[in-house]
């Protein structure tokens, strides 16, 4: 689960409003006496996020508008000296241990706010960039060293390619170098089990154990974002494993009041399928209101691939990018269908996702060059029923037959053993 709350929830246009209407700091530092988010319950979130499947939770500690969701203590622009009056992250942590879903935490590098990121601010406050830098170390060190075990740092506001930084300087450039290598290197010492994803979208850098796509699965760079010429996810996959990351309403991920169109189960489930043969995890947003809650139509959707995964969940957890191809009779691979493997297990499995009915009754699953079977089980996850499955060819390829009243109405995910 992915989460973006902060105080752009109470504009409801998503988490960049501040840029988007141009806010100065003194009218949307007046956002803070009216957050109260009287309904907030950190235990009812966790909880959602585990009964979904979702293994960890990763929010935002600090946005681009430089506000803090938790008790920082170097900086008063934070959600405790708000009318709320309490560190919702601490209780979101408290949750995660009771639910058995890990902390993550979404760190900006940029800061809409603070007086030394910003060229004008700099000058008004007389600070240097080595001040920010202060201020961005201290805050990963606070986040490594107070919330217990940490799953993930999630990067974001440093684009050295895209269209803020060449044609909004004033709000988007920073004064200097971040100091990656350093930054990593804080991060893996004090959290040594957290992965650091820097969603810059280009090379993967140094100490970076996650590649990102925003909005995307890897290899796709379907979504144009702010570089409508190229798409945003133009770098090839680099490393095994991935990040997808997703919005729930494909407008945004902070609240937005007058979006009320979600996508469908359907589609975040083969995101999810789909995201996973590609060696990807699904991070799955969502946005919750100025009371602290998340709405019924991302409740719905998010119960109901829980219900999902309870019963074919094994396709997805534990797997790496598949080695298997679907195909037709020509050697088509056109059906919508995804494949994942296991690693490290013996004997290695392979998960074949038929994400709708497009996909024949009988199918081809090719093997990969050097690989042979000489028999083969194909099981169905969600009833735990065998379907059959032929060996064909010199043994590098298998013919499985899954009839139409014996698939889910999700998706049908057909578990291969190979002997």
């Excluded at 998503?14 to 956002?31: G, K, P, T, V």
């Excluded at 590609?278 to 019924?296: C, D, K, R």
């Excluded at 709708?356 to 194909?378: N, Y």
Aim: net charge negative; glycine share 10%; hydrophobic share 40%.
């Amino acid at each position: 689960m992915f989460v973006h709350w902060g105080l752009y929830s109470l504009i409801g246009a998503n988490e960049w409003a501040m840029f988007h209407e141009r806010y100065s700091i003194e009218e949307y530092e007046r956002l803070g006496t009216r957050f109260e988010a009287a309904a907030f319950d950190a235990d009812a979130l966790v909880r959602l996020a585990a009964d979904a499947g979702q293994r960890y939770l990763t929010i935002t500690s600090r946005h681009h508008d430089g506000f803090s969701m938790y008790d920082t203590a170097l900086s008063d622009y934070k959600v405790s000296k708000t009318p709320f009056g309490r560190d919702p992250i601490a209780e979101i942590a408290e949750a995660c241990g009771r639910h058995g879903v890990r902390l993550g935490f979404y760190v900006s590098l940029l800061d809409w706010h603070h007086p030394a990121y910003r060229a004008q601010l700099r000058e008004r406050s007389g600070l240097a960039w080595s001040d920010y830098l202060e201020f961005l170390y201290g805050q990963v060190r606070e986040l490594c060293t107070h919330y217990g075990d940490i799953a993930e740092f999630w990067l974001d506001g440093y684009w050295p390619q895209e269209w803020p930084i060449a044609h909004v300087p004033n709000w988007f450039t920073p004064g200097g170098d971040f100091g990656f290598t350093e930054l990593y290197e804080l991060i893996h010492t004090l959290q040594p089990d957290a992965v650091v994803m820097n969603n810059h979208h280009s090379e993967p850098r140094p100490g970076e154990d996650i590649q990102g796509y925003e909005g995307d699965l890897p290899g796709e760079n379907t979504n144009l974002g702010m570089n409508i010429d190229a798409g945003i996810n133009v770098t090839p996959p680099r490393l095994a494993a991935g990040e997808s990351c997703q919005t729930l309403t494909a407008t945004g991920y902070g609240f937005a009041k007058d979006v009320h169109e979600f996508r469908p189960v359907s589609e975040l489930a083969q995101m999810l399928v789909r995201g996973a043969a590609a060696g990807a995890n699904f991070l799955l947003n969502v946005g919750p209101t100025p009371e602290g809650t998340v709405a019924a139509p991302a409740v719905d959707r998010l119960t109901q691939i829980g219900s999902w995964l309870a019963a074919s969940g094994e396709g997805i957890y534990g797997t790496r990018a598949g080695v298997l191809r679907v195909a037709d009779q020509f050697g088509d691979q056109r059906h919508r269908a995804s494949v994942a493997s296991t690693k490290g297990r013996e004997p290695q499995r392979h998960y074949v996702h038929l994400l709708d009915g497009s996909v024949p009754t009988s199918f081809f699953v090719d093997l990969p060059e050097g690989m042979h079977a000489d028999a083969a089980t194909a099981t169905l996850l969600h009833d735990g029923g065998e379907v059959p499955a032929e060996v064909r060819g010199d043994g590098d390829t298998l013919r499985i037959t899954v009839a139409a009243e014996r698939r889910d109405g999700l998706v049908t995910t057909v578990r291969l053993d190979l002997a």
